[in-house]
Nanobody
Framework: QVQLVESGGGLVQAGGSLRLSCAAS??????MGWFRQAPGKEREFVAT????????YYADSVKGRFTISRDYVKNTVNLQMNSLKPEDTAVYYC???????????????????????WGQGTQVTVSS
């Protein structure tokens, strides 16, 4: 079993920044991902990072604005979000992939179905 606890959401004006954190505990993880879901829309991929090696991959919509990182000591994965836009408003979820894949298999790691465990979600609201 894996437990994921997110924190750091909130309300921010357009152009502002927020930092999300996800604390992980439990079994061995191979990668972590962040996804988001806006009202009436499907859950979509945001970013992913391999636990070993720290290889990252981003959705085009956030590339250059968001940065995903992991902290071995604290066993957390963070998402630094800069230059936020109203369209970034959503509930953000962290997720854990417990399947060992090739580090460059970003197509698979961008899919909701590739992740076994999910956090409870944290709301991010960006006002215009």
């Amino acid at each position: 079993q894996v437990q994921l606890v997110e924190s750091g959401g909130g309300l921010v004006q357009a152009g502002g920044s927020l930092r999300l954190s996800c604390a992980a505990s439990g079994r061995t993880l191979y990668a972590m991902g962040w996804f988001r879901q806006a009202p009436g829309k499907e859950r979509e991929f945001v970013a992913t990072i391999t636990w070993s090696g720290g290889y990252t991959y981003y959705a085009d919509s956030v590339k250059g604005r968001f940065t995903i990182s992991r902290d071995y000591v604290k066993n957390t994965v963070n998402l630094q979000m800069n230059s936020l836009k109203p369209e970034d408003t959503a509930v953000y979820y962290c997720a854990a992939d417990t399947v060992q894949r090739h580090y460059s298999d970003y197509v698979t790691r961008s899919k909701v179905t590739s992740y076994d465990y999910w956090g409870q979600g944290t709301q991010v609201t960006v006002s215009s």
